[in-house]
T-cell receptor
Framework: DTAVSQTPKYLVTQMGNDKSIKCEQNLGHDTMYWYKQDSKKFLKIMFSYNNKELIINETVPNRFSPKSPDKAHLNLHINSLELGDSAVYFC????????????FGQGTRLTVV | AQKITQTQPGMFVQEKEAVTLDCTYDTSDPSYGLFWYKQPSSGEMIFLIYQGSYDQQNATEGRYSLNFQKARKSANLVISASQLGDSAMYFCAMREGEVSGTYKYIFGTGTRLKVLA
């Protein structure tokens, strides 16, 4: 069983389109995250939710909107896609108390053309 | 200012040798966690080892050990007996925000390790 699963794994789309990435975790964790990994491999946190409540919003353009329908799911919707949005997006989850690692999904490679 | 600094963009090591990947961190939180992840060319993030800020002993997991020097704010990863499969990108990460309740994992820029046969 995959612990943190993201769909789709690859996404190629045109500028200006709207797209969504879905994430689900079956670990029973309270906290979920979205990270963006750019072409230089730098991993930057975008959002964090704890029990469906937004905890962290790291100055991400408001074209990016996370949605957590329940604590096992955290989706990322991106409006009006731009070339600079091309990256690998990782979903992750972790459990409080935080003596454990964050578990990552396999990543979604988004290419905007 | 960088919260996690990895000063080695790339490293080479001979197979079966040991290698140390450097990591320094910066935080004012009294309680935090330090992690190392491996990212092979296939792209997944693989957890390797964890060190809590209050842990007295250095963490070890198989061939991986974490050299934790709290006063120096360093958390270097040591890989013993390198294998060809160890060739990958390695990220040091810190989890802070335990006091504020934000709990975020902050990553360094990574070190690309190449193991030579």
């Amino acid at each position: 069983d995959t612990a943190v699963s993201q769909t789709p794994k690859y996404l190629v789309t045109q500028m200006g389109n709207d797209k969504s990435i879905k994430c689900e975790q079956n670990l029973g964790h309270d906290t979920m995250y979205w990270y963006k990994q750019d072409s230089k491999k730098f991993l930057k946190i975008m959002f964090s939710y704890n029990n469906k409540e937004l905890i962290i919003n790291e100055t991400v353009p408001n074209r990016f909107s996370p949605k957590s329908p329940d604590k096992a799911h955290l989706n990322l919707h991106i409006n009006s896609l731009e070339l600079g949005d091309s990256a690998v997006y990782f979903c992750a989850s972790s459990q409080r108390p935080y003596r454990t690692e964050a578990f990552f999904g396999q990543g979604t490679r988004l290419t905007v053309v | 200012a960088q919260k996690i600094t990895q000063t080695q963009p790339g490293m080479f090591v001979q197979e079966k040798e040991a290698v140390t990947l450097d990591c320094t961190y910066d935080t004012s939180d009294p309680s935090y966690g330090l992690f190392w992840y491996k990212q092979p060319s296939s792209g997944e993030m693989i957890f390797l080892i964890y060190q809590g800020s209050y842990d007295q002993q250095n963490a070890t997991e198989g061939r991986y050990s974490l050299n934790f020097q709290k006063a120096r704010k360093s958390a270097n990863l040591v890989i013993s007996a390198s294998q060809l499969g160890d060739s990958a990108m390695y990220f040091c990460a810190m989890r802070e925000g335990e006091v504020s309740g934000t709990y975020k994992y902050i990553f360094g820029t990574g070190t690309r390790l190449k193991v030579l046969a």
